[in-house]
């Protein structure tokens, strides 16, 4: 008898227990210990690139794109254009962080790119897709988004809709900074305007690139009939009095991405002028030369 047998043998008449190999795994996988998930791979940053087929490829027609900072109105100027009669505005989808990735060691990456596509034509695929699904629903032509996080994204979603239209919200870059830092005090105010600064930064790059519509919150409050007017000159769509009408629809406004005030506003169906701007002393100085380019100073 070998030492592992009488030591089971002498474990199972003291304790009942006994030492026993674990199995190796089978090939029909029973019993087969999984194996830990691996991370997903790290891929390349993706190249933007028009559709391989433009004709097939794209199912929407013209999207508009709203460009705008966090905390600069873009929640009411969407509930605005999506009271009109041919312009479906959805709450903030954060479309682009939707990704592809080629499952490690498979064919599939092969496969797709002898037909030509390699993961950023899928995901634009899927992003044209998943926007379409929500037009559909919607009964209307055309749809709007105007998620904040696109503002980083513009030269992917210029590449992935060569029609897309793009609109551009500007409000006081210090009336910015200050909303968002009382809306996440554990940010300092420097903090708040550096960050809000990348926006603008990256709204005047797309502009220059892409062009496009450019209003203000600040004119948007003052007189909204005007600045809609003027915007729906600018996508082609008739001018509709029902846009001020906008608290008659409040689906997605909480998802709209405001907070507390912004929605009380929201709710209220009725536009409200800013509060006043910042003094002069009071912009933070990271944010003076945007404020200058943008003519508030």
């Not at 794209?58 to 709203?66: A, N, Q």
């Not at 605005?80 to 498979?106: C, I, N, Q, R």
Request: neutral net charge; contains cysteine.
């Amino acid at each position: 008898m070998s030492i592992l047998r009488k030591l089971n043998s002498k474990l199972a008449d003291t304790t009942g227990f006994q030492v026993r190999r674990v199995p190796a795994p089978k090939a029909d996988g029973l019993n087969a210990v999984p194996k830990p998930r691996q991370p997903r791979p790290a891929r390349p940053p993706a190249a933007p690139r028009h559709p391989v087929d433009p004709e097939f490829d794209r199912l929407l027609d013209r999207p508009v794109f709203v460009l705008a900072p966090v905390r600069s109105g873009s929640t009411l100027l969407r509930m605005m254009l999506g009271a009109h009669s041919e312009l479906h505005a959805s709450h903030e989808l954060h479309l682009t962080g939707l990704e592809v990735y080629f499952k490690s060691g498979s064919p599939t990456e092969r496969s797709f790119e002898a037909l030509g596509l390699g993961y950023e034509d899928l995901e634009g695929l899927l992003w044209d897709r998943a926007l379409h699904r929500e037009l559909v629903k919607s009964g209307k032509p055309f749809i709007v988004e105007k998620t904040p996080g696109n503002t980083f994204q513009w030269q992917r979603i210029a590449e992935t809709w060569p029609d897309a239209r793009f609109v551009f919200l500007r409000r006081h870059p210090a009336a910015v900074a200050r909303s968002w830092h009382e809306a996440v005090p554990d940010r300092t105010r420097e903090e708040a305007a550096a960050r809000v600064l990348q926006y603008m930064v990256a709204m005047e790059e797309a502009h220059a690139k892409l062009g496009g519509h450019i209003l203000t919150y600040e004119d948007l409050t003052a007189d909204p009939a005007t600045e809609l007017r003027a915007l729906c000159d600018f996508l082609d769509l008739e001018w509709q009095p029902g846009m001020l009408e906008y608290g008659s629809s409040l689906e997605g406004a909480v998802l709209g991405g405001g907070f507390g005030d912004w929605n009380d506003k929201i709710r209220s169906g009725k536009v409200q002028p800013d509060r006043p701007a910042p003094a002069a002393g009071e912009i933070p100085e990271v944010l003076r030369e945007m404020c200058r380019t943008w003519g508030y100073l």
